[in-house]
């Protein structure tokens, strides 16, 4: 390892100037102070009080009396000086003379009618002192500020004595833009000129550049800035203590600088220090200090550097650790500055030991990986349930992110249904079983149907028959609606919606409401819930008979024609049968002969079967039944003889269907006249051709029973053969009135 010292390093004359009068103050028997540190040097300062040159603030100083106080190299102003003096005390005045030349300048360019502009940092005691000797000086230290003054006078500019040339120069002749006449002064000194232009030259030949002096010191500030140009492996430092021995291993060749504020001395101790080692030296004092670190390994490092894209992390290794931005987390990558701060220790994962560059390649994404493994793998020991979020899906399930780590869901894991349509999942976040994990083939399968089942056996189980709870109604088909009770599907089917006739439940319900329902039956093997509804409503049935009884005249409304009957609602939800006997005291051969769908009729309530809930009506009993003829003895005589004798069933002709009473009577009488016809009129013939009308009424009797049969399943026997009979009385009256016609 070589190493370089610059030229016109450490102390420049007007500091040496100042350290000389300090030592000269510290012979002196009075109490002896400096106004502010007397050279931005720490460890000097400090070393000066040990020895009694005291340290005050402008204010301390104005109280001081008799004392002996040192005047710093940056200069004070000619009042705060006779201040002090008018205190009795003694001043040692270290101003620098670079700057006491300065101040005649501008005292007298300024009587000479010049504007004189000071470019310089405002807040520095050199620049603060400066301006105390001007009337109207003005201070600039940008481009901007100098394009803002417009002046009817000559300007004459004068530099801070620690400027970097080419800044200096760019801010005078800016200000040329705006005024006519601009008097350019080079009042840089010679002694950082010489330090800077040292400190260039020497920043191109060697590999690392030192740059020592103490961290508020102006002029070191900008040989860092000048090196800094020229090399980019820059140390900035203050004592031997901050040198990067780590660091300046890897270096060849190595110049140091030191500002004009330095002490000799230190830069001996820097310079002594790097020459104690050799390069073995220093490979030696490296492992000492270094950490063991390995591919692959987790460590703790401090964060030394934030930028857009990366973030650099001193992990106590001879390079510097470096994330670029695809190793952060997702959160991390938005903004790292908004998570990275500068001497925040970080756990990091090790990539690799150079990334090609010479930085050892860092990740926290794979650190958060990492720990999300270790802590999936417990959850799964432990049969404990994962959040999972769907980020995408293949043809064989879903893709999901759980807490950084992918897994994966497979199309029969998904649900306890089929599913097809796995694009709708995505962006749902689920709780999710792990059914296998495996790190290092970075595995982890899981499923969601498995917490589902579990979910729905507990739902299940909170389930039992005849209990009532509020459920909301998913949605509606012909035969029903599907409502949702204790998150499952259940069918209220539209015939236990309510006990008024509903032909379609969406005349009652609509998807989203919110209703009470009695679960009817349970089926969990087949996953059938069946509801009702209107088992929980009043029964419009047992209201009625509460209301009404037989004989009763009510108004209805014909709601069903059957060839039986007449269906006629009577209330809210109560229908009866008005049978077809029961519509007219005629012959009514079908329901819709007489009547129509929607009608509104009185009918009158003939029967009530509250166990079976029926409701006999009829229209025809709302008036007396017509009167009928006497029947005569001749009917006995009829019976008898029909009964003894033994009855012919001739073949079914057309001329035997009879559909109405009329048309029976008409063949009656037409075959009775045949009869009386063929045999002279005798009357004996009448009772001799009795078989004749016997067998009429036979096929009449077939007809019936014909009739009967069909209405059976439904027809009130008793009624029926009530109908038979007084149709047979009639025909048989109408018999005895021919017999007696021909007597
Ligand atoms: S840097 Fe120049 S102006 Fe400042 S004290 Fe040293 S010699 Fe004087």
Known sequence: MEIIIAENSGFCFGVNRSADLADEALRSDKEKYTVGPLIHNPQLV??????????????????????LIVIRAHGESAEFKKALMDNGNEILDATCPVLANIYKKIIQKENDGYQ?????????????????????????NDETEAKNIKSEKALYVVSQTTNRADFYYDIANTLKENNGSVVIENTICNATKLRQESAASLSKEVDCMIVVGGFNSSNTNKLYQVVSLYNKNVFRIETVKDLPLQKLSEFKKIGIIAGASTPDEIIEEVVSKMDEFTKEDFMNSLEDSMKKIYPKDIVTGTVIDVKDDEVFVDIQYRADGIIKLDEMTEEEKDNPKDHFEVGNDIDVYVIKLDDGEGNVALSTRRVQGMKAWKELAEKF????????????FNKGG?????????????????????????????????????????????????????????????RWDELEEGQVLEGEVARLTDFGAFVEVNGLDGLLHVSDIAWTRVEVPSDVLNVGDIIEVKILKLNKEKNRISLGRKQLLDKPFDSFVKEHEVGD???????????????????????????????????????????????????????????????????KQLEEAPERPERKPRREKRENSNNNRQRRRPERSAQANFSSDADLNNNLGNLLEQALFEQGGSSDFISENDSEVDDVIDDFDSAESTEENLDQ?????????????????????????VDEDEE
């Open 713 to 737: 399943e439904v027809v009130d026997e008793d009624i029926v053969t009530l109908e038979d009979e007084e149709n047979l009385e009639e025909s048989a009256n109408d018999i005895d009135d």
């Open 398 to 458: 879903l893709t999901v992110d759980v807490d950084g780590v992918s897994g994966f869901v497979p199309a029969s894991q998904i649900a306890t249904y089929f599913v097809k349509n796995f694009k709708k999942f995505v962006g749902e976040t689920w709780e999710l079983k792990i059914v296998s994990i495996d790190e290092r083939k970075n595995r982890l399968v899981l499923s969601r149907k498995d917490v589902l089942e579990e979910e729905l056996d507990e």
């Open 46 to 67: 400090e070393k000066l009080e040990k020895q009694g040159l005291k340290v005050l603030t402008k204010e301390e100083a104005l109280k001081v009396e008799d004392s």
């Open 381 to 392: 020991e432990n049969d404990e349930l994962v959040e999972g979020t769907v980020t995408g």
């Open 553 to 619: 005249i009510v108004k209805g409304k014909v709601v069903n024609l059957l060839d039986f009957g007449a269906f006629v609602e009577v209330a809210d939800g109560v229908e009866g049968l008005v049978h077809v006997s029961e519509i007219s005291w005629d012959h009514v051969e079908k329901p819709s002969d007489e009547l129509n769908l929607g009608d509104e009729i009185e009918v009158k309530i003939i029967s009530l079967d509250k166990e079976e809930e029926k409701i006999g009506l009829s229209i």
């Open 116 to 140: 004189v502009i000071i470019v310089g940092d405002s807040n520095h005691p050199e620049i603060i002192a400066m301006d105390s000797y001007l009337k109207n000086g003005i201070i600039i």
